[in-house]
């Protein structure tokens, strides 16, 4: 029997002698990785199975209509966590529409590095003059020691 290489862990395992195909190791982390894979690619491919998947998600969310309620009440970090993500989504939606902004569609490249600050980035779209401040840094040159030398000892460029 060949030694095989499991591709979720690489380590090496010896297949059953029963599945003879066995590609994954026994191991439960790496299994249920292999049924994970299996389940994603079936409800990709098969819509009468991702209808059933669908349709038992909302079957057990009808017999459970207080579990996230509950769960928010438990769980506080992770609705922080949710609000937090959340946020960032509707801030890179909204950033999204700024095709439609004269002013932002109208930029150049610049080699300096700008940071824009101010008020929230919402509601931006078809807006000419967005209300921020742009703050330009131009990058400053180190100072040059008495010998010519950077304290490093690397000689400056004349």
Known sequence: MNERRCPHCHKLFYPSRSHREQIVCSDPGCQQ???????????????????????????????????????????PAA???????????????????????????DLRPCPATVWVAGTPLYDLANNISAPTQVWVLEAVPPPRSAAGYLANNIPLAP
Request: aromatic share 8%; net charge positive.
């Open 33 to 75: 990785e292999r049924r994970s894979n299996y389940r994603r690619k079936k409800i990709t491919a098969d819509p009468n199975y991702r209808e059933a998947c669908r349709q038992s998600a909302r079957q057990w969310r009808k017999q459970h209509p207080d579990y996230w309620k509950q769960y928010r009440q438990a769980h």
């Open 79 to 105: 609705v922080e966590r949710n609000r937090l993500q959340q946020k960032s989504r509707e801030c890179k939606q909204h950033l999204k529409h700024l095709a439609n902004n004269i002013s932002a569609s």
